[in-house]
């Protein structure tokens, strides 16, 4: 089904992107570091730039990655009636902790309203400080976070298909399962693929998400097959990286979320970014053995999308890319 400019004015992005059949992939923010911090709701969208909701000391943390060439993605939680407590705030920091990884490494703390900033300052840039929040750390490595844009004020895509799948995720999967929260949580980019969604510490993206495809997310159960549509890709890797990463994983099945891997782009078509030949390598789940696969990435098509869901947003043409060649280089 395609979708005139002429309609676009009624829709929502993410039901333009879907109808076009736009493949999510390649779309996850790839960062080394995640600072999320509870934050009362409504979010403005100069969250992060305005000292308001955050502390000034925030936006200086965050600040101090970018002007140092870091990648860090600052997200806001909503608070909620059981995981939250009165006159305190949670702060969850994730970090890359090497050049090969499965995960990100988190640290969680559950701290009074006044020491947020001085926490984040901490965290991030002065790391001698840290001992002075000892008492307020949270022992939740082991909780797996499922954060579910909701950010209506960015676009009302966002809101409008985030909450159900949020409320869906919060109510019938976290509330069985204590190992398992869900939140709603700020705008991460992609609004197009609405309802989105970012699981830590896995660092996964996900996009266009159904009601019928959660069990299979969530308990990772059944053919990682099935989730080929929905998956934008992970974090720990470059735009063209992730699309490599996804047929990787969709040979090796579900152990392979558990490798240490990077990625490389060996040579590509910088000026008209049309190919790009990828390596990703990958260390055993037991370290028995390391690995590297070689592939290239070649343009499949066109779609028409849309970025926001703004009255007479106009429809752009963006480029989908699929894996022409794989091979394991043992």
């Not at 509870?38 to 969250?47: H, K, N």
């Not at 022992?139 to 966002?158: M, P, Q």
């Not at 998956?231 to 392979?256: A, D, F, H, P, T």
Request: charged letters at 20%.
């Amino acid at each position: 089904m395609s979708i005139n400019k002429t309609q676009n004015h009624c829709r929502f992005c993410s039901q333009i992107s879907q109808a076009n059949g736009e493949d999510p992939i390649g779309s996850a923010i790839a960062v080394e570091q995640y600072l999320i911090i509870e934050a009362t709701q409504p979010w403005p969208i100069l969250i992060w730039i305005e000292p308001n909701p955050m502390p000034q000391e925030v936006i200086d943390a965050l600040n101090f990655v970018w002007e140092g060439g870091g990648t860090i993605r600052q997200l806001a939680i909503a608070p909620d009636k059981e995981y939250s407590i009165p006159g305190h705030k949670h702060v969850f920091y994730y970090r890359r902790p090497g050049e090969l990884f499965a995960e990100y490494e988190k640290q969680a703390f559950l701290v009074p309203d006044g020491e947020v900033g001085a926490l984040a300052l901490a965290l991030i840039k002065e790391p001698a400080s840290l001992p002075d929040f000892e008492q307020y750390r949270q022992k939740s490595s082991h909780i797996r976070e499922l954060l579910i844009c909701t950010h209506g004020n960015v676009d009302a895509a966002c809101s409008r298909f985030g909450y159900p799948i949020y409320k869906k995720l919060r109510f019938e999967y976290a509330a069985t399962n204590a190992n398992l929260r869900v939140w709603r949580c700020s705008h991460f980019g992609g609004h197009q693929f609405a309802p989105t969604l970012v699981d830590l510490p896995l660092g996964h993206y996900w996009g266009h998400l159904q009601p019928e495809i959660l069990d299979v997310l969530v308990w990772r159960k059944g053919s990682v097959k099935e989730l080929y549509p929905y998956y934008r890709g992970w974090g720990g890797l470059s735009k063209l990286e992730q699309v490599v990463e996804r047929e990787i994983w969709m040979q090796k099945g579900w152990n392979w979320l558990q490798y240490p891997k990077s990625g490389q782009i060996l040579t590509q078509d910088k000026i008209h970014q049309e190919w790009a030949n990828i390596r990703i390598d990958f260390t055993a789940i037991d370290c028995s053995r390391t690995g590297t696969y070689q592939a290239k990435v070649e343009v499949s098509g066109y779609v028409m999308t849309a970025f926001s869901s703004r009255q007479n947003e106009s429809l752009k043409q963006i480029k989908q890319y699929h894996v022409s060649y794989l091979a394991a280089v043992e």
